[in-house]
């Protein structure tokens, strides 16, 4: 079965500090994404990749960057964390028109 | 506006009965369907996909897809306390760049009470 795995499985920052938030997926799916979850808003895709190099934005991308290092790794930037932004972050991977396969999750609180 | 609507928010059924969930698109761009599942502390995890009109059946899972409407649904039969979590519509498009791209909605919470 697909592995995703994602690291801190927890965090927590200050308003206007640093976090990055990582994500590796041994499976060589073209695709990773990363999503946020909050209650009353489901699942909502922040951005996501389709190779090494390559960045979509996604639908709520605002305060967010993203960089695919390889195949295997993604990462989420938020430069100047803001209290808006604690949530639950899922990072997922998979080939496209196909099954995502999703990490296990990191709780990100912002103080 | 919520592109994928879910109804209902939230559902209480007894083991062995029958839960019904739904879902409702407003773009017609979007054509692929997805149902997943999320046990309490973990990630999503796909439950069946349906691209085509009617039902599809996976064990005590049928899903049903209505393209005209936009119109998918899923009925899970003899619940069982395990299948108690929360359950995603999402949907794709079926043409341009984004369509790799899943747009999910907010979600249903089932219990199944024994």
């Known amino acids: 079965e697909a592995a995703v795995t994602q690291s801190p499985r927890n965090k927590v920052t200050v308003t206007g500090g640093n976090v990055t938030l990582s994500c590796r997926q041994t499976?060589?799916?073209?695709?990773m994404y990363w999503y946020r979850q909050d209650t009353g808003h489901g699942l909502r895709l922040i951005h996501y990749?389709?190779?090494?190099?390559?960045?979509q934005i996604g639908d709520v991308p605002d305060g967010y960057k993203a960089t695919r290092t390889t195949q295997e790794d993604f990462f989420l930037l938020l430069e100047l964390a803001s209290p808006s932004q604690t949530s639950l972050y899922f990072c997922?991977?998979?080939?496209?028109?196909?099954?995502?396969?999703f990490g296990p999750g990191t709780r990100l609180t912002v103080l | 506006q919520q592109k994928v609507q879910q109804s209902p928010e939230s559902l209480s059924v007894p083991e062995g009965g029958m839960a019904s969930l739904n879902c409702t698109s407003s773009?017609?761009?979007?054509?692929y369907f997805w149902w997943y599942r999320q046990h309490s502390g973990e990630g999503p995890k796909a439950l069946m996909?349906?691209?085509?009109?009617g039902d599809k059946k996976e064990g005590r899972f049928t899903a049903h897809l209505n393209k005209a409407s936009l119109h998918v649904s899923l009925h899970i039969r003899d619940s069982q306390p395990s299948d108690s979590a929360l359950y995603f519509c999402a949907a794709s498009g079926t043409s341009g760049g984004s369509n790799a791209k899943l747009t999910f909605g907010k979600g249903t919470k089932l219990s199944v009470k024994s």
């Open positions: 773009d017609r761009n979007f054509q």
């Open positions: 996909s349906i691209f085509s009109d």
């Open positions: 990749s389709y190779g090494a190099g390559n960045l």
């Open positions: 997922a991977s998979s080939d496209a028109y196909a099954e995502q396969f």
């Open positions: 499976n060589s799916h073209n695709y």
